[in-house]
């Protein structure tokens, strides 16, 4: 079976953008005919996203979305995140020293590794080699389980499987977030339903890392041609 | 901080003979002062070893016992393992073919990758390096995810986190199962608290590869010497 173009596909989806733009490209552009979609509630402040990851499974008609609640993800991580701790703020993009910047207090530690370790299991329990995973790593800020080398390691020890040897693909990784959302405004995704801010407020803050980021790429990606 | 005596560990414990031993091992023998356990209830057939697993802990003296349950393990990997699916029967060890042997039945999709995630999120939570793991390379049967491989390959990707570098320790990898009962016996551990058998049943059935496993270590490790 080539990754190019799989019978079946797992895909992790958040109900962000990069996720939502991956899952209509493999329904529309790849057309994989066995698609599988699993999200995470794991104590996230915008659990909201999961409603988002909902209707965009729904309108891809993938064969199957499971909703795992995983509350221990943030149990376990108390006191080491603001994505999962009450008592500890989101920052801004503008507070974040350039320290920071390279594993910022959104980090959850670890968070990566347990949610693709969970996909994995569910795609080789479904005789699926291929994850679909839409990790971009050139964002503003940076999480060590969001880069190539973080993606090839646990690549090397899936391989080791005996039976149902798992692959973690990440199309995006190296793409920029304004391409993605140019390839997604070429397959027609839905942005309206999709969720970016960490806060997880009734809107978007505007000012938290995740929505600068958004806004940044949106307008970079709609921005007309200078000439 | 060396890794063979460090000031804090996490250990996993499921509550069976090696992750015990190695428990009693690191709070007797290298007295390591700040010990924190954890523990799994992922929809296993023999939960009941959770509760040896929380004997043993007190005993101990650990710092703290997480009990975590994970129900979705257990619900992602349905029709797929013997130890969590339940109209799937547990072999014996006779029932087991060679070729079955390298992955049998019991074996847990991806398991071991989604409890050792766990394991570091919670040892990076608490700032913790060293994460011990009572994995034994030398059983009856295999799992590729209990390979000196496997381990090299999880460390070799944890090793990218640009804070707290979390490394899982395994000192009974390549040791026999009678070894670590014998050294088990010179520290002093109570065996009759801890749980082997697959089944979970009242008593142990003696016939499930783990069960018979378990019997011939503690006939070899307890044998008299012949002169």
């Known amino acids: 079976m080539s990754v190019e173009r799989p019978e079946k596909a797992v895909v992790l989806l958040s109900g962000g953008v990069d996720s939502t733009t991956l899952l209509v490209y493999l329904s529309s552009r790849l057309r994989i005919p066995e698609i599988r979609a699993i999200s995470f509630r794991y104590g996230q402040k ?7 990851a909902e209707w965009q499974a729904q309108e891809a008609g993938v064969k199957e979305h ?5 509350p221990h993800v943030g149990a ?22 350039d320290a920071e910047k390279t594993q910022p207090p959104t980090y959850v530690p670890n968070r990566n590794m347990m949610l693709l370790s969970m996909a994995a299991a569910y795609a080789e329990s479904t005789q699926t080699e291929a994850v679909y995973y839409g990790a971009q790593a050139q964002d503003e800020y940076g999480y060590w389980d969001c880069t190539t080398d973080f993606l090839e390691r646990m690549n090397s020890t899936l391989a080791l499987n005996r039976k149902v040897a798992v692959r973690v693909v990440a199309p995006f990784m190296s793409w920029r977030k304004a391409d ?22 009734d809107q978007s ?19 007309e041609p200078t000439i």
Do not use: K
């Open 180 to 201: 993605i959302i140019r390839l997604g405004d070429e397959l027609g995704v839905d942005y309206a339903h999709t969720w970016t801010c960490y806060r997880g407020g």
């Open 76 to 97: 376990l991580t108390q006191g080491g995140s603001a994505l999962t701790d009450p008592s500890i703020e989101i920052p801004t993009l503008q507070q974040l020293s």
């Open 46 to 52: 915008h659990v909201c996203e999961v409603a988002m």
């Open 66 to 70: 499971r909703i795992v609640d995983v």
């Open 205 to 223: 803050c505007g000012t938290c890392p995740s929505c600068v980021e958004r806004e940044r790429a949106f307008v970079e990606a709609r921005r």
